[in-house]
Nanobody
Framework: EVQLVESGGGLVQAGGSLRLSCAAS????????IGWFRQAPGKEREGVSM????????IYADSVKGRFTISSDNAKNTIYLQMDSLKPADTAVYYC????????????????WGQGTQVTVSL
């Protein structure tokens, strides 16, 4: 059974940092793209970043470039999202998801989803 479990969310002041983790099980990491997405109240789910399990290629949304870093530990089947210089606009529920190998941030391409973790950035 494919499972993705996010952790690391919380409340942080603007300018602060958080590191999210996504523990994956039930599939071979190397054969999937893993993405981080977020959804704020009343807004559509948006892609934040993704990493290819095959070659480590990464993609970032323009809104987070230079502030967020995605990484993976394939031995642990865990994906991380280091979030620095956080802004109130980053407040959302953050999800990790797995999809077929490729380089894309469209959420509709991803098949497996975690339950999400709340990130709240205060002024």
């Amino acid at each position: 059974e494919v499972q993705l479990v996010e952790s690391g969310g919380g409340l942080v002041q603007a300018g602060g940092s958080l590191r999210l983790s996504c523990a994956a099980s039930g599939f071979t990491f190397d054969n999937y793209a893993i993405g981080w997405f977020r959804q704020a109240p009343g807004k559509e789910r948006e892609g934040v970043s993704m990493i290819s399990g095959h070659d480590g290629t990464t993609i970032y949304a323009d809104s987070v470039k230079g502030r967020f870093t995605i990484s993976s530990d394939n031995a642990k089947n865990t994906i991380y999202l280091q979030m620095d210089s956080l802004k109130p606009a980053d407040t959302a529920v953050y999800y990790c998801a797995a999809g077929p190998l490729g380089y894309y941030l469209g959420f509709y391409n991803y098949d497996y989803w975690g339950q999400g973790t709340q990130v709240t950035v205060s002024l």
